[in-house]
């Protein structure tokens, strides 16, 4: 498969938007049903051209001094007809599946910044906690050196250091 962009094609064309495929995929739904086949000039309705039988959709392509140009040609106009609205459903499905892509995405920050503010908060809160527990260490040294030896430690000290 060739990834290549055509050489022919615009570089610097803007992306289409939805009213120009709609555009042309109205053209191609009021074409002569397909597929198109060609013997080489003429364009056939049918995948294989049929003397005699093949509905005749037109005669193209002729008149360049290059026959093999010529056949390239009529095989490119008769592909056309299956080969746009292939690709211009092709375009609408990729289209879809960026939007639900993008709507994920959004999703997911909108997840993401409310992680952040909650890891915030919490850095907050230890960063306060960090903070009172380290004012009521000298507090605590002081009623530690009042108490007596054999005593216990006070009931308010255990209270302070739970919070």
Same mark, same amino acid.
């Given at each position: 498969m060739n990834d290549s962009v055509p050489t022919n094609y615009p570089s610097d064309s803007a992306p289409m938007d939805a009213?120009?495929?709609? %555009?042309? +995929? @109205?053209? *191609?739904?009021? /074409?002569?049903?397909?597929?198109?086949?060609?013997?080489s000039w003429e364009i056939y309705q049918g995948t294989e051209y049929v003397p005699g039988i093949s509905f005749w959709i037109g005669e193209t392509c002729r008149g360049t001094s290059d026959l093999e140009q010529d056949r390239a040609d009529a095989a490119f106009v008769a592909a056309a007809r299956t080969d746009v609205p292939e690709l211009v459903a092709e375009v609408q499905r990729l289209r879809a599946e960026r939007h639900s892509t993008? %709507?994920? +995405? @959004?999703? *997911?920050?909108? /997840?993401?910044?409310?992680?952040?503010?909650?890891?915030?908060?919490?850095?907050?809160?230890?960063?306060?906690?960090?903070?009172?527990?380290?004012?009521?260490?000298?507090?605590?040294?002081?009623?530690e050196a009042l108490a007596p030896r054999n005593f216990p430690a006070l009931p308010q000290q255990l209270d302070r250091r739970a919070l």
């Open positions: 009213q120009r495929l709609d %555009e042309i +995929l @109205d053209r *191609a739904n009021t /074409a002569t049903k397909g597929p198109w086949c060609t013997d993008n %709507e994920a +995405l @959004d999703d *997911a920050v909108k /997840a993401l910044r409310v992680q952040q503010d909650r890891i915030a908060e919490l850095e907050a809160r230890l960063g306060r906690d960090a903070e009172q527990r380290h004012l009521m260490d000298p507090l605590d040294h002081a009623l």
